[in-house]
T-cell receptor
């Protein structure tokens, strides 16, 4: 039973380039969440998606950042025209349903470490 | 605004002893609380959770205590093992919908031999 997959694990971009981060949720999970962790900080919520729908994007920066979770394929977090301040670890999590029941929770992938030169 | 605070950035405990990790929160309306463990270069791993209607939840060596009047959460690990060395994050579900977690800044636990 594969866990949450993220790729690439490491991504280096120059200022002004685009970064695309991919997340494949656990099998059977239809809810995806993206978090960002800056150095020496906790994880910060960015966006919550279900298939083909953005449910909550209250943590997303207003510009340059977008996310999608298409009917087929992984969820994509896209950062356009990256700047040095975008350097961080980006984690994706998935869950099988909304709401806490039993042991259900958000399961995290290993993260993508983005470095902007 | 720091709504979830872990005031101890690091903690060192001897193997076999109890590890106590603390977390304070600001909003009494928070509904659900979780602890995650994180090793370097890996994603957080869920450890244990507690809802606001309880004050204690136990799972093996891990126990979480919730003191609602003090807005305080703690994780007890007994006995501590070297493999427990990691960064521990407390997280809260502010909305009660399991859709958005707010994390503390983490406490790095080092279990020594």
């Amino acid at each position: 039973n594969a866990g949450v997959m993220q790729n690439p694990r490491h991504l280096v971009r120059r200022r002004g380039q685009e970064a695309r981060l991919r997340c494949s949720p656990m099998k059977g999970h239809s809810h995806v969440y993206w978090y960002r962790q800056l150095p020496e900080e906790g994880l910060k919520f960015m966006v919550y998606l279900q298939k083909e729908n953005i449910i909550d994007e209250s943590g997303m920066p207003k510009e340059r950042f977008s996310a999608e979770f298409p009917k087929e394929g992984p969820s994509i977090l896209r950062i356009q025209q990256v700047v040095r301040g975008d350097s961080a670890a980006y984690f994706c999590a998935s869950s099988s349903e909304q709401g806490w029941s039993g042991t259900d929770t958000q399961y995290f992938g290993p993260g993508t470490r983005l470095t902007v030169l | 605004d720091q709504q979830v605070k872990q005031n101890s950035p690091s903690l060192s405990v001897q193997e076999g002893r109890i590890s106590i990790l603390n977390c304070d929160y600001t909003n009494s309306m928070f509904d659900y609380f979780l602890w995650y463990k994180k090793y370097p270069a890996e994603g957080p791993t869920f450890l244990i959770s507690i809802s606001s209607i309880k004050d204690k939840n136990e799972d093996g060596r891990f126990t979480v205590f919730l003191n609602k009047s003090a807005k305080h959460l703690s994780l007890h690990i007994v006995p501590s093992q070297p493999g427990d060395s990691a960064v521990y994050f407390c997280a809260v579900d502010k909305t009660g919908t399991a859709s958005k977690l707010t994390f503390g800044t983490g406490t790095r636990l080092q279990v020594t031999l």
